[in-house]
T-cell receptor, first 113, second 110 residues
Framework: KAGVTQTPRYLIKTRGQQVTLSCSPI?????VSWYQQTPGQGLQFLFE???????NKGNFPGRFSGRQFSNSRSEMNVSTLELGDSALYLC????????????FGPGTRLLVL | KNEVEQSPQNLTAQEGEFITINCSYS?????LHWLQQHPGGGIVSLFM???GKKKHGRLIATINIQEKHSSLHITASHPRDSAVYIC????????????FGTGTLLAVQP
């Protein structure tokens, strides 16, 4: 099976712009989670989706949003970018409960100038 | 206080040494995960534990549920083991949400 893929891998944006990141989970996985990794805060949970429904959301402002499509692919969007949004954004997919192992994608590295 | 604490934060070892990384948590969990992240970003899941001990090659992970503590051991360490090792916990149910420790940066010198 192909692993989790994320596009784009690298992105440079300027403050105030918006960005959309994409994640394709492992075939058959319906759960997708998003995480932000920064040097200062480490890894933090953004949100998770299961069968097109947002199941949980981390402590991030409303500028961060996401969605999941019927084929389980997921996108996250960040509007009105700030310098502090520069980070590695990782998505992970998981098989149906009770499976708990998460499989991570390579990440999208976002730089906001 | 963070819900997941790791120690040490940095670790330098000589090739062949036995390495231990510790993780303590303060919340109820359904599983504890050990993750490996090499420079460049990709994260690989090494172990998922809910009790006892697991072994994969030179890696061993143990968990003590009563003491809320887990250890990751690397036997006969090798320079290719150099990476950041991250402990994370999931609280249970159907949710994916992971709570992460700050990671341990391991450098194994030849």
């Amino acid at each position: 099976k192909a692993g989790v893929t994320q596009t784009p891998r690298y992105l440079i944006k300027t403050r105030g712009q918006q960005v959309t990141l994409s994640c394709s989970p492992i075939s058959g996985h319906r759960s997708v989670s998003w995480y932000q990794q920064t040097p200062g805060q480490g890894l933090q949970f953004l949100f998770e989706y299961f069968s097109e429904t947002q199941r949980n959301k981390g402590n991030f402002p409303g500028r961060f949003s996401g969605r999941q499509f019927s084929n389980s692919r997921s996108e996250m969007n960040v509007s009105t970018l700030e310098l502090g949004d520069s980070a590695l954004y990782l998505c992970a997919s998981r098989g149906d409960y009770p499976q708990e192992t998460q499989y991570f994608g390579p990440g999208t590295r976002l730089l906001v100038l | 206080k963070n819900e997941v604490e790791q120690s040490p934060q940095n670790l330098t070892a000589q090739e062949g040494e036995f390495i231990t990384i510790n993780c303590s948590y303060s919340v109820g969990i359904s599983a504890l995960h050990w993750l490996q992240q090499h420079p460049g970003g990709g994260i690989v899941s090494l172990f998922m534990l809910s009790s006892g001990k697991k072994k994969h090659g030179r890696l061993i992970a143990t968990i003590n549920i009563q003491e809320k503590h887990s250890s990751l051991h690397i036997t006969a360490s090798h320079p290719r083991d150099s990476a950041v090792y991250i402990c994370a916990v999931s609280k249970g149910g159907a949710t994916n949400k992971l709570i992460f420790g700050t990671g341990t940066l391991l450098a194994v010198q030849p």
